[in-house]
């Protein structure tokens, strides 16, 4: 049997016209006339969608095998949702793992010695380019809160903290109980990666898609 090459392709399909309907702080509506296939040959198809800068997060896992999460207020879905510490690629030029870092500092309040790439997604293709990549971070050392330059407003301001055996964490996401998309997505990877013993972690380096696994000897 010949194996398949599950990979994602990038391609573009060619456009006709493009619209810009709303432009915010961190998102853009747009409208595109797309040339598809069609039946009787190409026709001309109008899809909306939402241009974002693109996130990162990160999987901060101890000596203990728990998992940091962090419970959170989302506005449009109306839920405190248990996440990951996580941001925007909002600097321009600086490394995913490097947001992602500050992003831990900020938002819990710890450094990794060990950063690896976890896992890459488009959260909502279907109607978003946003790319995430979630980082595993090991190697942890809490750092006192007057160490920390930031100040944690608005949604961040009172975010609860919890320790959770991985396993737990995996019965709560099959379990329904635990929703946000990189959360979901982050914990089975993990839960897939320790099963592999950490055997395809890729670089921390490494550009979004598909590349070859960092191997055994890096985890």
């Given amino acids: 049997m010949i194996a398949m090459d599950l990979r994602d392709i990038p391609e573009r399909w060619p456009t006709v016209g493009s619209t810009q309907h709303f432009k915010g702080r961190i998102i853009t509506v747009v409208e595109d006339d797309v040339v598809m296939p069609g039946a009787d040959g190409p026709e001309t198809v109008r899809r909306e969608y939402v241009t974002h800068p693109g996130a990162v997060g990160t999987l901060a896992l101890d000596d203990q095998g728990r998992v940091l999460l962090l ?25 995913m793992w ?11 309040g710890y450094r990794a010695e060990t950063w690896h790439t976890l896992v890459d997604t488009f ?8 790319k ?52 979901v997505s982050a914990i089975l990877a993990l839960f897939a990666a320790r099963a592999r013993d950490f055997a395809d972690l890729r670089d921390r ?11 055994a000897g890096d985890a």
């Fill in 71 to 95: 419970r959170q207020y989302r506005h449009p879905c109306a839920h405190l949702l248990w996440e990951l510490p996580a941001g925007l690629r909002d600097v321009d030029g600086e490394p």
């Fill in 98 to 108: 490097r947001t992602a870092e500050r992003e831990l500092l900020e938002e819990a």
């Fill in 123 to 130: 959260q909502t293709p279907g109607m978003s380019d946003e």
């Fill in 132 to 183: 995430v990549r979630v980082f595993l971070a090991r190697g942890l050392s809490e750092v006192p809160a007057a160490e920390i330059d930031f100040v944690r407003v608005h949604e961040e301001a009172d975010l609860a903290q919890e320790w959770v055996p991985l396993d737990e964490a995996v019965a709560a996401v099959l379990g329904g109980r635990v929703h946000n998309a990189l959360a």
């Fill in 205 to 215: 380096e490494v550009p979004f898609g598909p590349q070859a696994p960092a191997g």
